[in-house]
């Protein structure tokens, strides 16, 4: 058994459905269900009892208690948190919540349950924290990618809570022997992802005949990683990753947000060509910048290439098509999510971005 929190979201969900599919073993799913959870997304998972899902909260300390000991898991990968930079730029409270006083109480509820283990079953325990290249802050057109060892210099909310949460994991293991790994991965698509976040909100905007929104120039560079990479390298970490080390996720596909939504109107026009014939690129808006946006990420990946064996499966050729096409194919889920208080909340921040 696995304990796995924020199985609702976007990589989480994957994470379940693709863990479900290579093995038997079972999963005990704990989410919140924030406006980013969404139990559709585990609708192919209905009457299978190897997965058990449990409404509820990281920072639930007392909760935790009762499921660690239930279901005895032999590992925990923490993927619950506040995620969208831009809503960590306008209310900041959440992320503080969540992914520091979150974590704090999840290692607390862990801890505790560890050390309760027989010898054996202590040793084999894993902790697992995701988080991602936010940490590392800003790079230089002409830096070399992050490695595992480069400086955290967290900008946004967002970033910063998140190093906050990767420096309690490592002192819970420096100073309680708690056996934690770290990954920090680099921005992830694919299917079941929130439309608020850049390629399905172009998508979705796309499709809707809404502006494309560019934050500033658009030359901003992101290292993309297709979500079912993100979880094949999390199976590989839990599996033969080094207890304490940090491994950095990436696909080495450093690609300007300019280029990403001129690559989704070119599929769009391929797989979906507007009524009147013209390109989608027609739509693109250039609007104000993220507040301290940084420019530019990349992930090197050699470690977990190298000591660990593993590689993403798709270029980012072939999981951008396989992305535009889900969408395409499941504009319910769409819908439902893009729902009144979302909407509303964008239409609040975003005036100039929403038709
Ligand atoms: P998401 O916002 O889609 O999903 C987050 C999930 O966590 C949701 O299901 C939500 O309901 C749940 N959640 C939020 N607060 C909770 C709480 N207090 N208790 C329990 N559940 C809670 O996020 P995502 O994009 O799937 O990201 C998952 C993890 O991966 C995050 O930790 C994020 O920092 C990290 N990460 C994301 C990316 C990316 O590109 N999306 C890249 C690297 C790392
Ligand atoms: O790098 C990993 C991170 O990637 C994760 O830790 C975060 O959880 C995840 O949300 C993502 O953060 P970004 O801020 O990079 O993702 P987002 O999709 O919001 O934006 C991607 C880029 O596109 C970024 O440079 C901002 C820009 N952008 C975004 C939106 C939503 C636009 O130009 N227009 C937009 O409307």
Known sequence: MILVTGGAGFIGANFVLDWLAVNDEPVVNLDKLTYAGNLHNLDSLRGDTR??????????????????????????????????????????????????????????????????????AKANFRFIHVSTDEVYGTLAPDALAFTEAHQYQPNSPY????????????????????????????????????????????????????????????????????????????????????????????????????????????LLDQLQPRDDSASYA?????????????RRYAIDAHKIEQELDWKPAETFTTGIRKTVQWYLDNAEWVTAVASGAYRAWMARQYTDTIA
């Open 282 to 294: 027609s739509q693109i808006t250039h609007v104000t910048d993220r507040p301290g946006h940084d």
């Open 159 to 266: 970033s910063a809570s998140k190093a906050a949460s990767d420096h309690l994991v490592r002192a819970w293991h420096h100073t309680y022997g708690l056996p934690v790994l770290t990954t920090n991965c680099s921005n992830n698509y694919g299917p079941y992802q929130f439309p608020e976040k850049l390629i399905p909100l172009v998508i979705n905007n796309a499709l809707q005949g809404k502006p494309l929104p560019i934050y500033g120039d658009g030359l901003q560079v992101r290292d993309w990683l297709y979500v079912t990479d993100h979880c094949s390298a999390i199976r590989h970490v839990l599996a033969a990753g080094k207890v304490g080390e940090v491994y950095n996720i990436g696909g080495w596909n450093e690609i300007p947000n300019i280029e990403i939504v001129r690559t989704i109107c070119t």
């Open 51 to 120: 997965h058990v899902f449990v409404q509820g909260d990281i920072g639930d300390q007392a909760l935790l208690d009762r499921l660690l000991v239930q279901y005895q898991p032999r590992a925990v990968i923490n993927f619950a948190a506040e995620s969208h930079v831009d809503r960590s730029i306008h209310g900041p409270e959440a992320f503080m919540q969540t992914n520091v006083i979150g974590t704090f109480r999840l290692l607390e509820a862990v801890r505790a349950y560890w050390n309760d283990l027989v010898d054996e």
